[in-house]
T-cell receptor, first 115, second 108 residues
Framework: DSGVTQTPKHLITATGQRVTLRCSPR?????VYWYQQSLDQGLQFLIQ???????AKGNILERFSAQQFPDLHSELNLSSLELGDSALYFC??????????????FGPGTRLTVL | AQRVTQPEKLLSVFKGAPVELKCNYS??????LFWYVQYSRQRLQLLLR??SRESIKGFTADLNKGETSFHLKKPFAQEEDSAMYYC??????????FGKGTRLHILP
């Protein structure tokens, strides 16, 4: 599969814990975007990285952080987890830095459940 | 405030009937707008963008700056159009704001 991949598919953890979600972009894509989808908030943009550097920031909590590595994969770290952090977390990738000139391709998502 | 509103959570339309999925936005500047679609058991994917002025799968969307709307339209619905549709806006500083989505259900 040469598309965007995300691991794990499902994650169940307890409040107060820390988890790391991983995303591998499509081959050749330099940008990675993270989104959170919950029932009440819908799909929310969290953060974008382009070629290893932070490019745009959305509604990302201070308890959350992300990075993009030299091989262009990205990790989203969620710490001090709360019940409200339970959601589907999507990653998307695109060729370049500006979303409009470069179509975003989405991964299948990681479903996080905080108990 | 920057916001994208999709007023309908669910829209049921008979096959062959016209479809209009509403999207209104709030943004102080020139907006860049998109429609994304998620078919059952598939990934979210771009349907169309306003700058391209293209028709994809029979769908079109016109940006109306006066009404701050970007409604998605199709003259004759097909069963395969059943999906979740999201309207999205890209801000000047590259943030993407999504609406909460409308589930389109095409009735046979």
């Amino acid at each position: 599969d040469s598309g965007v991949t995300q691991t794990p598919k499902h994650l169940i953890t307890a409040t107060g814990q820390r988890v790391t979600l991983r995303c591998s972009p499509r081959s050749g894509d330099l940008s990675v975007y993270w989104y959170q989808q919950s029932l009440d908030q819908g799909l929310q943009f969290l953060i974008q990285y382009y070629n290893g550097e932070e490019r745009a920031k959305g509604n990302i909590l201070e308890r959350f952080s992300a990075q993009q590595f030299p091989d262009l994969h990205s990790e989203l770290n969620l710490s001090s987890l709360e019940l409200g952090d339970s959601a589907l977390y999507f990653c998307a990738s695109s060729r370049g830095g500006r979303a409009d000139y470069n179509e975003q391709f989405f991964g299948p998502g990681t479903r996080l459940t905080v108990l | 405030a920057q916001r994208v509103t999709q007023p309908e959570k669910l829209l049921s339309v008979f096959k062959g009937a016209p479809v209009e999925l509403k999207c209104n936005y709030s943004y102080s500047g020139s907006p860049e707008l998109f429609w994304y679609v998620q078919y059952s058991r598939q990934r979210l994917q771009l349907l169309l963008r306003h700058i391209s002025r293209e028709s994809i799968k029979g769908f079109t969307a016109d940006l109306n700056k006066g009404e701050t709307s970007f409604h998605l339209k199709k003259p004759f619905a097909q069963e395969e159009d059943s999906a979740m549709y999201y309207c999205a806006l890209r801000t000047r500083d590259d943030k993407i704001i999504f609406g909460k989505g409308t589930r389109l259900h095409i009735l046979p």
